[in-house]
């Protein structure tokens, strides 16, 4: 196993650092106030200037669409394991990854388009969307099943002519709050009498087409992530030509499978960011306050959770870089044990190391004056967001037991 950062990487980690430490960290009251002022107005879901204004800077300096390899419309596009450092950068900051056009779902829907879609679908979609001009929205998720098993999914995809006519109920859809949104990818069953994986398909839906109510956005404790937002969705009679149609009926749970690989990792690398700023934070608030006649960071209780914050991201991080370097080297399905316990290993240590950077913090942990209580409740969300842990944790299983079967 090689875990070495090529000289690129390396390059564009200096200038990633660089900045975010001048424009990203020191402008996130802004960007809260600049929601706050929108709201005010009338208008909570307008995008952010502020992160307008920063994407050209990051395209200038080639920090831009890093996310995708092996794509002829993203030259620029890194490894797994050479974005994986980047990646865990840009997580710092939760609106940080938009301002480098690497942000989810985006990412993910770029990458079944490239894979999976026609030439004339590319040209209408992925090309706007890698030039930041548009954002998208993956609709699988649904409220009257069981989601954790996609199969489950009740949304139809029914064939009339030259035509597919969509009818479901979605929720959680990541990005359809904002404006730009301009495509769904949805995933849906063209045939509930096939065999159980052969069911589904998935469909490129633009997002004006009539048919779409977005009913309601959904808080994530309390917080709507706006301009961003997760949202309910009612597709009715929604009409698409025929070609909208990924690869072809029966395919969705392979396009699922596809998809879904990468974006786990990417949740993953950012998650870890998100553990390593709060333990920075956590080391410079217990080293500036003194309680019972010394700082705190001197006291023992103190000095164990740092230690074990460090031998857990340093853990994470290290898995997380196997499995990067596996699914570049032998491929996303000879990675999927490691995919799996990626996902289970670094949003947990995450939550972790989050609790106790809140913990450190007191009062002020549970404020919006530090980043601590939102990326507690946006990291809480990961242990459900691509699969929940408890599937994971079973396909984990099933994969070491195969072994002596």
């Excluded at 390396?10 to 975010?20: H, S």
């Excluded at 050209?56 to 450092?85: I, K, M, V």
């Excluded at 770029?110 to 890698?130: F, G, I, S, V």
């Excluded at 998650?271 to 410079?284: D, N, P």
Aim: charged fraction near 25%.
């Amino acid at each position: 196993m090689n875990f070495d950062y090529s000289d690129r990487c390396k390059e564009l980690q200096a200038k990633l650092l660089a900045f975010m430490d001048e424009h990203i960290y020191p402008n996130e009251k802004a960007f809260k106030e600049e929601v706050e002022r929108n709201g005010a107005n009338g208008n909570r879901w307008q995008p952010t200037g502020l992160v307008e204004r920063l994407k050209p800077l990051a395209r200038q300096q080639g920090l831009w669409n890093l996310f995708l390899p092996r794509s002829e419309r993203a030259p620029e596009g890194l490894s797994n394991l050479d974005y994986a450092p980047l990646c865990e950068i840009m997580g710092r900051v939760a609106w940080a990854p938009e301002v480098f056009n690497c942000a989810a779902p985006d990412t993910g829907n770029m990458e079944t388009l490239e894979r999976y879609a026609q030439e004339e679908h590319k040209r209408r979609w992925l090309e706007p969307l890698l030039n930041g001009e548009i954002r998208s929205a993956f609709a699988m998720t649904e409220p009257d099943v069981a989601s954790s098993d996609a199969t489950n999914i009740g949304t139809r995809i029914e064939k009339q002519g030259d035509e597919y006519v969509i009818n479901g109920h979605k929720w959680w859809i990541s990005g359809a709050g904002d404006p730009r949104c301009k495509l769904f990818i949805v995933m849906g069953k063209t045939d509930p009498e096939a065999a159980r994986h052969q069911q589904q398909a998935m469909i490129l839906v633009p997002s004006d087409t009539p048919g779409i109510t977005v009913k309601r956005p959904l808080p994530v404790f309390g917080y709507d992530d706006a301009p961003h937002g997760h949202c309910e969705i009612l597709f009715e009679n929604v009409r698409v030509p025929a070609n909208s149609i990924l690869l072809g009926e029966g395919r969705g749970f392979e396009i699922a499978q596809g998809r879904l690989g990468p974006g786990r990792i990417h949740h993953c690398m950012r998650a870890i960011g998100v553990a390593e700023r709060a333990l920075e934070l956590m080391c410079r608030r217990l080293d500036s306050r003194i309680a019972f006649g010394r700082k705190i960071s001197e006291q023992g209780v103190w000095r164990e959770r740092i230690a074990e914050s460090r031998i857990r991201i340093d853990t994470a991080r290290l898995l997380t870089l196997k499995t990067a370097w596996l699914m570049d080297t032998v491929g996303n399905k000879q990675a999927q044990s490691e995919i799996a316990m990626i996902k289970v290993l670094a949003p947990t240590v995450a939550q972790q190391v989050l609790d106790w950077a809140i913990q450190a913090h007191g009062a002020a942990g549970v404020s919006d004056d530090f980043p601590l209580a939102y990326q507690w409740a946006g990291n809480r969300t990961l242990r459900l967001a691509d699969g929940p842990d408890e599937v994971h944790r079973n396909a984990i299983a099933k994969l070491e037991l195969a072994k002596y079967a």
